[in-house]
Nanobody, 124 residues
């Protein structure tokens, strides 16, 4: 059974940084696609960053240059390093893996395993 558990969220001032983690059990992250999504109140869930099976990183335009996705294959943890945060980054952040492990779409419907989310709040 695949389990994803996010941690590391919190409240930070605008311009600050935060790193959130997703500990994965039940399958190996190594070589698989994994992604971070976020959802703000009243808005649809949106893709933030994808780490592909060949370690290719893809970012939403709105976070490009500020966020970095990475993983520790030994510990089976996915990370999202966030810098220069703005109040618009306030959201619940979720990690997810797609049902087809080697595909890396932005479509949330392609992701069958999700964590419970970790809240990130950026104050001005």
């Amino acid at each position: 059974q695949v389990q994803l558990v996010e941690s590391g969220g919190g409240s930070v001032q605008a311009g600050g940084s935060l790193r959130i983690s997703c500990t994965v059990s039940g399958f190996a992250l190594n070589g698989a696609c994994a992604a971070w999504f976020r959802q703000a109140p009243g808005k649809q869930r949106e893709g933030v960053a994808i780490l592909g099976s060949m370690e290719r990183e893809v970012y939403a335009e709105i976070v490009k240059g500020r966020f970095t996705i990475s993983r520790d294959n030994g510990e089976n943890i996915l990370y999202l390093q966030m810098t220069n945060l703005t109040p618009e980054d306030t959201a619940m952040y979720y990690c997810a893996v797609p049902s087809e492990r080697l595909t890396c779409p932005w479509d949330t419907k392609a992701y069958g395993d999700w964590g419970q989310g970790t809240q990130v709040t950026v104050t001005s």
